[in-house]
Structures are given as structure tokens and as C-alpha cells.
């Protein structure tokens, strides 16, 4: 049975970090990409950052690049994204999606097949 389990959020200040973790299981990184979108209440879910199935490339969203690094590990079968320079408008519950692609990855909602529960992620004072 194929399932992503998101932990790692929290509350934290404006200007810190959080590191996010998706654990995936029935399935094989080699073969998926795998996203982290998020969502703010009333807003629409966001792309936040993908990795492709080969690991070998990632695609982020304009509003974290430069802050947000994603990555995985494939022994753990666990992907990362490390969330630095934390701003409010950050704030959101934080999925992890896999999607099969051909070639790079995109933050598209609809072309994600499995998603996790998410994750809540609060950045305030």
C-alpha cells in the first residue's frame, strides 16, 4: 500500500527554520517525483518545490527559491525540504505528492496520483 507521511512542522519565528520530512512507502523514489505543495486557509494549493525520480533534478517555486532546499534519501525512502529564512506567509499545511514524469518535474497539482495528510507550518511571532 503506497503512503507519504508528512512530519515536521511547527511553530516558529520569522527568519528561522524548519526542516520537513515525507516518508513514502509502497513505492520506489527511482520511479516517482516527488512534490511538497502547501496551502493557506482561503488560498488555493501551492507548488512549492519538486525532485525528480532520478534525484538528478528539482524545481522550486518562485516565492522560496533561494530559501527552500529539497532533496531525498533513498535508503530512508524519505524526502527533505529544508525551509530557511522563514517568512509568515509561509505559514500553511505542508503536503508531500508523488507523481509519475517523463522528464523534469513540475509543481502541478493535478498531475500528482498519491498525497500525504500534510503537515501544519505556522511562521509568527
Known amino acids: 500500500q503506497l503512503q507519504l507521511v508528512e512530519s515536521g512542522g511547527g511553530l516558529v519565528q520569522p527568519g528561522g527554520s524548519l526542516r520537513l520530512s515525507c516518508a513514502t512507502s509502497?513505492?520506489?523514489?527511482?520511479?516517482?517525483?516527488i512534490a511538497w505543495f502547501r496551502q493557506a486557509p482561503g488560498k488555493e494549493r501551492e507548488g512549492v518545490s519538486c525532485i525528480s525520480d532520478s534525484g538528478g533534478s528539482t524545481n522550486y517555486g518562485d516565492s522560496v527559491k533561494g530559501r527552500f532546499t529539497i532533496s531525498r534519501d533513498i535508503f530512508k525512502k524519505t524526502v527533505y525540504l529544508q525551509m530557511n529564512s522563514l517568512k509568515p506567509e509561509d505559514t500553511g499545511v505542508y503536503y508531500c505528492?508523488?507523481?509519475?514524469?517523463?522528464?523534469?518535474?513540475?509543481?502541478?497539482?493535478?498531475?500528482?496520483?498519491?498525497w500525504g495528510q500534510g503537515t501544519q507550518v505556522t511562521v509568527s511571532s
Open positions: 505528492a508523488a507523481g509519475f514524469f517523463e522528464r523534469l518535474c513540475q509543481l502541478i497539482v493535478g498531475e500528482y496520483d498519491y
Open positions: 509502497g513505492l520506489t523514489l527511482d520511479y516517482y517525483a
